[in-house]
């Protein structure tokens, strides 16, 4: 673990001359972040508009240069933040001029600039995206991201940090894993979230100042019904109800189906409503003493309040002048690699089913539907089911984003008459038919 009463920063300017000046002594509110929102590392600090070869500072700390902050901790230093000057903001008042800096790693261009790309179906994430850092000339660290095929795709005036987060979020429901995008000493690098080797650990009693653990539920979306398009009369029929954590409630959205859409579209749009609003919002956020190595996307270790294991780092603030540091951060994220049950979910076979098919729930099967709760293994390891309900008001079942049956009698596999049964939807991709 760093010792905070040996930990010392520095910051240093470079010139348009390429000259390297330590500015360290008059330098004020330094402090550095990576939002969760934004790709660039941001570098703020003002310096006392001090003489300076015949000028002042603010003649050699032009929009352009570039600043690094130097982090030693007694055992070892490294660079923690290099960034160039966006904004240049001198000011005078009766205590002194001073020169306010607001500066941004390489990675702010590509969220500040637009383009049009096209991908031809096949195209790699690795070459799409890398062909975007060297467009925009900005050299490649390392790339350990996703290499997934992509289908056509035509990206028109969005802004290329959007396009990067999209292909990767596009490689990852594909079985990829979450990536961060960071630079580090000048260099663009795509890592696994949680692939740092050194993980710090924080808790209540040592280092942890605040902690906070907030979840709500003011916001979610719980059940989208798709319309189809008005009739005669301007009445709209219900096509599809897709639900999706209703044990909160029925909080619902109303999702219609254009004229060109297919219905499968539209059920698709809706999921997409399901898996974006779909889920409690969490706040999770410690203050403690700063670690200036730790970055956006890695893993760190908190024991403080109800916080209680391993979380991702989405955002963080240091401050060197308190050598203070807040971290926002999320559970750690399963890598999404895809199942034996999802991929049994893409098969025709699932269409098979219908009312009065005898039933068991193979033994992978973890939750009922994604909207429900873990399933017992006493259901899955002792009784065979029988399906009661293939749709509901004539139309499927969608909860969570899968095909669901209702499954109603069960009995005994070593034998018996049928019982009252579990009575719940489930996930057409956990059944076999006995």
């Known amino acids: 673990m760093i010792d905070i009463a040996k930990l010392k920063y520095k910051l240093l300017l470079v010139t348009e001359s390429g000259k390297e000046l330590d500015i360290t002594n008059a330098t004020e509110e330094l402090g550095w972040e990576e939002g969760e929102s934004e790709l660039a590392l941001r570098l703020s600090f003002s310096i006392i508009n001090t003489k300076y070869n015949g000028g002042i500072l603010s003649s050699v700390a032009k929009p352009g240069c570039t600043c690094a902050v130097i982090a030693d901790w007694g055992t070892g230093k490294d660079e923690v933040a290099r960034a160039k000057i966006v904004e240049w903001d001198p000011q005078f008042s009766g205590s002194g001029d001073t020169l306010g800096i607001m500066a ?17 179906a096949g195209t790699g994430t690795k070459s799409a995206i890398t062909a975007i850092f060297k467009d925009w000339g ?25 396009i990067i987060l999209q292909l990767l979020d596009d490689a990852k429901k594909k079985g990829g894993a979450a990536c961060v995008l960071r630079c580090s000493k000048g260099k663009v690098n795509v890592l696994p979230e949680g692939s740092n080797t050194t993980i710090y650990h924080f808790s209540a009693d040592k280092n942890v100042t605040v902690a906070r653990d907030m979840m709500s539920i003011s916001s979610i979306v719980t059940r989208v019904q798709v319309f189809g398009k008005e009739d005669d009369d301007g009445k709209q029929v219900v096509e599809a109800i897709v639900d999706g954590l209703t044990k909160y409630g029925i909080r619902q959205q109303i999702y219609v189906r254009d004229e060109d859409d297919t219905l499968d579209t539209a059920k698709s749009a809706a999921e997409d409503i399901i898996n974006k609003d779909g889920q409690p919002e969490h706040t999770r956020s410690i203050s403690a003493p700063d670690v200036p190595v730790i970055r956006k996307g890695d893993k760190v270790h908190i024991q403080a309040g109800t916080l209680n294991g391993y979380y991702i780092v989405k955002a963080i603030r240091h401050n060197a002048d308190t050598m203070t540091m807040q971290m926002d951060v999320k559970t750690c994220e399963t890598v999404n690699v895809v199942s034996s049950s999802q991929t049994k979910q893409k098969k025709p076979v699932s269409a098979k089913f219908e ?6 729930i193979i033994s992978d099967a973890e939750n009922y539907n994604p909207a429900q709760c873990r399933i017992p293994a006493w259901v899955k390891n002792d009784y065979y089911h029988t399906i009661t309900q293939t749709t509901y008001r004539g139309k499927e079942v969608i909860k969570g984003g899968v095909k669901c049956v209702l499954l109603g009698k069960k009995q005994l596999k070593k034998g018996g008459s049928s019982i009252a049964g579990i009575n719940t939807w489930t996930n057409v991709a956990h059944l076999r038919k006995v």
């Open 355 to 360: 009312t009065g098919d005898l039933v068991e």
């Open 104 to 120: 941004y790693d390489d990675l702010y261009n590509l969220q500040s600039s637009q383009d049009n790309r096209y991908y031809s």
């Open 138 to 162: 900005i050299p490649l660290g390392e790339y350990k991201g996703p290499d997934s095929t992509h289908a056509k795709t035509l990206f028109k005036a969005e802004y290329l940090s959007d």
